[in-house]
């Protein structure tokens, strides 16, 4: 029934500073997220998601032993062995090709913030509902970062107005199945619309490049430019 509360979010940490989980884990508590466990390392982190199978998993980019990409490697297994998980990923800093690489072959359930986002509590805890929903998010940063990485002529003018339509909800993180429901079109349909604005928009189709993100990159610039 719309009037039952919403069911709470479970949630793990993982992170090697005991004070950064901490401080985490108050800050989910106090937003009504219930954290079922914590991680110091990516082994404890796989097993942990393995023991609990919560909605999102949390994950710190470096972690022991070289401090590295021990996170998104972890994140990564995350994605193939339990897709139902949403991943999270925070960086110190903007890291465009291991960003790439977590995004990539997923385009539900993921996102990759910079940790001073944790500071707008508003923002970080929306961000993990929208992950755990379905959604997925970059931090404004990479956006950036991917603009200017990935200069494309504007192809926007090619495009119906219902296809600019799925192309801005494209760009808020929806996916297929929320674009069909919000547009009231058949999931086919919304297949479609994508493929075509892939098409229109000239982008790239090899393995390495993920077009859902090339795509809403155009969105973003246009709007800039307007």
Do not use: C, W
């Not at 994950?59 to 995350?78: C, H, K, N, S, V």
């Not at 970062?145 to 909800?169: F, I």
């Amino acid at each position: 029934m719309s009037g039952q509360p919403r069911a709470q979010l479970r949630v793990v940490l993982a992170d090697d500073a005991a004070l950064i989980r901490q401080g985490l884990a108050r800050l989910l508590d106090d937003a009504g997220f219930e954290v079922v466990g914590q991680a110091a390392s990516a082994p404890e982190l796989l097993a942990l998601v393995n023991a609990t199978r919560p909605d999102v998993a949390i994950i710190d980019i470096r972690m022991p032993p070289t401090f590295t990409d021990e996170g998104l490697l972890a994140a990564y297994q995350l994605q193939l062995r339990h897709p139902g998980v949403g991943v999270l990923v925070l960086s110190q800093y903007v890291d465009l090709a291991y960003a790439m690489k977590l995004i990539t072959d997923k385009a539900e359930r993921v996102g990759y913030l910079l940790k001073d986002r944790i500071t707008d509590v508003t923002q970080f805890t929306s961000a993990v509902r929208h992950i755990a929903d379905g959604g997925s998010l970059v931090d404004p940063s990479l956006v950036e970062e991917l603009v200017r990485a990935k200069r494309q002529p504007d192809h926007l003018s090619n495009l119906t107005a219902r296809e600019r339509e799925v192309l801005e909800l494209l760009a808020q993180g929806r996916t297929d199945r929320g674009i069909a429901q919000e547009l009231f079109l058949a999931p086919k349909t919304v297949e479609a619309h994508v493929r075509s604005i892939f098409r229109k928009l000239d982008l790239p189709a090899e393995a390495t490049e993920n077009r859902r993100v090339h795509a809403v990159l155009t969105a973003l610039r246009a709007r800039d430019v307007t």
